[in-house]
Every structure is written in C-alpha cells, then in structure tokens.
C-alpha cells in the first residue's frame, strides 16, 4: 500500500508548509519514487474562485478545471507533475457532500455527526488519491490551535490507527524565533504547539524547525527532550535566499533518509545536480533585467504568486539577475506618472484579474509599452486590455471597451460569447482549466512554441469580439492563436514591435524551475537582450 505524509503547521502561519511538503516531494520524486501531493484547506469557502486575492492570494487553476489552493502551484512547479481537482479540498466541499448524502438518505436516518461522518469523508478521500502511487504527501492548512483544523487532525489520527504507523508519518513544522535582545533562539513556542498537537492524538515523527539562524546541539537536544522527538528527526529549517534551496537543506540534514528509514523503503541516490544548477543561476546571475509587472493586486504579491514564479524561473535560465517592479495599476493613469513609474523598465507585464479598478491604468500602461517598444506581456485580462488599447488608438474606435467593464460600450471589442456552444463547459460563463489552441507559423508564437498545436489553462469569462477580429487584423494587429475550430481568440501580437504579445490564458500556471514556459523565457531574454543591446 502507499505510504502517507501528512505536514502539520504549529506556532504561526505562512512558515512554508506548502514549500516545505513540495521540498519533500521533490526529494522523494528523485529517488525514483511516484509522488501524489494533496491540501486540505479548512476554510467553509468551497474553493477559492470567489475569494478576495488580497486574503487569500492567487487562485491556482489545475488542467481539469479546478480552481485551487496556490499551495498546488508550488506542487507542481516542485515535482512537475500536473495535479487534479482531488488534490485540493476544503472543509466547504467536505461539508457539501455530507449534508447531500444526508438530504439523499444515505445515512439511514443516523445522527449525522463530525466524527464519523465528516472524518470518514477525509480518509476517504486520502484514500482515493492513492491509488496506483508509492507515497502520499497531504499538507493539513491552518496552525494548530485553530477550531477549523481539528476534524481534519482528528482524521489523520484515526488514519494512523487504521493504516498503522509503519505507513504513516507526521511531519510538523514549528517555529524557533531568534530574539535579538535575549542574544538567542527560543524553543519555548516550538515546545507549546507540539503539546497541543500530543493533546489532539498525534505524536509528530519529525519537527522541521523554521529558524532565521541556525541552532546547536544543544538547541536540538532540547527540543528533543520536551516534544519527545528523536533528536536526529529534530531538522533545522534554516530561513535561505530562495526557496528553491529548501530541498537542498532537507537533503543535506538527511530528511530523505530519514523518510525512508520510517517506512522501510530503499534508499536510493538522488542526482541534484539539475536542481543546483538552478540555484545557482538565481544566487550568481551575470545581468539584471527589470520587469514591471503592472496590476490592482501589487500590495498582497501573492495574487501573482506563480507569475512572480514563472518570471524567477525564465531569469534563471538565462543566469538574469530578476527585479520586479510592482506598478499599481490604480494610481497610474497620466502619461506623467506613467514615465515615471516605468522609466528604466526592460520589459512590461499586465496580468489577470477580473473588476473595474485599475483597468484604464492598464490600458495607458499597455499603449506606452506600444508606442515605446518596450517588450509586453499581456495575461488573460492583459490581452485584452492589449486588444482594447490597441482598438481605441490604432483601429479609431475611441469608445472600445470590455462590456465586463462598461456594458453600454459602443464597440464591446471584449464580450461574453452568450450564443456559443462553449458556455454549457464553463460552468455558467467561466472557462475553466485546459483548453487546446492552434498557432499560426509565420507568428511569434511559432516561433516561441515551435509546434502546431498547444494546450494551455484558463480562468476567465470574456472573450474576443469575434465581430472585431477583421478591424484589428487590417490595422496591423496578427491574431496567432485560435482555438482549433476557429471561434476562441487565443493569441494577439504586433508584428512590428520588437516583442508584444498577449494571450487568453495563463502560462504561469505550468512553468517550472526545471521546465520554462517558452512565452516567460522568450519575454525575460528579449527584454534583457534590449537592455544591453
């Protein structure tokens, strides 16, 4: 059978549970085992899709359609395997399938109750992700302590009780603080979540202890002691440049061996060297190249979690030094400010996003980025603010316009397609996941991609005017990618610029580390090769 991994959060949040389960992952996935990863986020939300970017970042878009926890992104982009709709679930969804089995009867009249019902849903579903896979990471969200977590703590601890502790391991990651008056590392919170953890029913097999400095022996043989941890399962989490080298860490305090000691599994030799290279182009890059990345999101990062990822990813291919100057796309509207905000830019990038504000800061933005030949990037609401800029200034329609935006536009060169066949997949009008598109040879996008045919993920609701597509074609603007029976706009370019290019869909969403999406890699070296031209 397969074995489990579950990674439980103690002290604060945001101390990398997500990174630290991909680190585990990775390193596992290289000694030539089949990994699968699942979260189970606590929240009663569903899933994230209509959840504020400013509280819960960027919403993850998987090939199937699901729309999920950002933590998937780091999964992917760690192991790079594609993941599904069952590797995120919330307490929403969980709580959604009991109250239907309940309404359908299925519970024969029983007491519907959290233990068992809402915990035998959980192990159900860490059983069905396990099927034909050596081991099973399930990241648990949400710290220790809090009241949403606890159906889920309780049913891993009935899973270990079911499954046994030779194929069961918990790994908990806690938080060491440095406090600078004292001079010293303090154990004491690190000490207190793990006694709430043992209070729940679960004994932690391995604390990874997050730290900004490294500790001593001494440090870890008291941890050791008053979590009744083994001392070489206490793993110092040093804080590093880039998360990229958090496996590194892991690998160099054996945590891997360690994993393969719990479970009897074969230790087998894990060839790095790939990964070290990686790192090694983000920490001793040869030249810079600035990127601004232009949105209404700018203040919480995290709602362009895997953009920012994808742009590290392509600067460190071409061994670039990244800088991302975040633009709010909300206080930029003059031709002034814009100078301003822009000057010394390599190369431009306007992102997805769904609502009014901000947008004529992005359309100024993406005309200066025009009228400058200054490489553009234009993502889902990017491209389209590409197309309606382009409409207004080159094709003379002034009052283009998206009617997500302004419904009454006399030219809706943006419009939700209501009369296509497409609108029954959506979901009501939302295109969801991987949709294949056709590329045209004589383009940019050719030439980037270098094949026919390509499948790239959605998360929109507006599409091209179909009716407009003649007027941007004759004014110059290449149309390069269609949907493979013509209908869908995927694609635009400027011929004549020396890099413009906008898409329908997310890229992001599949670059990896080892594995650059061709559009980011092209973008960031033409960018960069402009900057030193």
Known sequence: MAKHIFVIGGVLSSLGKGIASSSIGLLLKKMGYKVVMQKFDPYLNVDPGTMSPFQHGEVFVTDDGAETDLDLGHYERFIGIPLTRN???????IYEKVLTKERRGDYLGKTVQVIPHVTDEIKQLIRDIAHDKDIVITEIGGTVGDIESLPFLEAIRQFRLEVGPENTLFVFLTYVPYIAAAGELKTKPTQHSTTKLREIGIQPDILLCRSEKPFNDEIRSKIALFTNVQKSRVINAIDVETIYEVPRVYMQANLHEKICEHFHL??????????????????????????????????????????????????????????????????TFSQKDIEKELAGVDGILIPGGFGVRG???????????????????????????????????????????????????????????????????????????????????????????????????????????????????????????????????????????????????????????????????????????????
């Open 87 to 93: 590797s995120n679930s919330t307490s929403g969804q």
């Open 266 to 331: 074969q230790q087998n030799r894990i060839d790095f060297s790939d990964w070290d290279r990686i790192i090694d182009n983000i920490k001793n890059p040869d030249q810079e190249v600035i990127i601004a990345v232009c949105g209404k999101y700018v203040e919480h990062q995290d709602a362009y979690k895997s953009v920012g990822a994808a742009l590290i990813h392509a600067a460190a291919d071409g061994r670039f030094k990244l800088n991302i100057r975040w633009v709010d796309s909300e206080k």
């Open 359 to 533: 947008i004529e800061g992005k359309i100024a933005i993406a005309r200066y980025a025009r009228e400058n030949r200054i490489p553009y990037f234009g993502i889902c609401l990017g491209m389209q603010i590409a197309v309606i800029e382009y409409a207004r200034n080159i094709c003379a329609l002034p009052d283009a316009h998206s009617s997500e935006f302004r419904e009454s536009s006399g030219n809706p060169v943006i419009h939700l397609m209501e009369d296509q066949k497409y609108i029954a997949k959506m979901g009501g009008t939302m295109r969801l996941g991987a949709y294949p598109c056709q590329l045209k040879q004589d383009s940019l996008a050719w030439r980037i991609y270098r094949k026919e045919l390509i499948s790239e993920r959605h998360r929109h609701r507006y599409e091209v005017n179909n009716s407009y597509r003649d007027i941007l074609e004759k004014n110059g603007m290449k149309i390069s990618g269609l949907s493979p029976d013509n209908i869908l706009v995927e694609i635009v370019e400027i011929p004549d610029h020396p890099f413009f290019i906008g898409v329908q869909f997310h890229p992001e969403f599949k670059s990896r580390p080892d594995c650059v999406q061709p559009i980011f890699r092209e973008f960031v070296k033409t960018a960069a090769e402009l900057r030193y031209k």
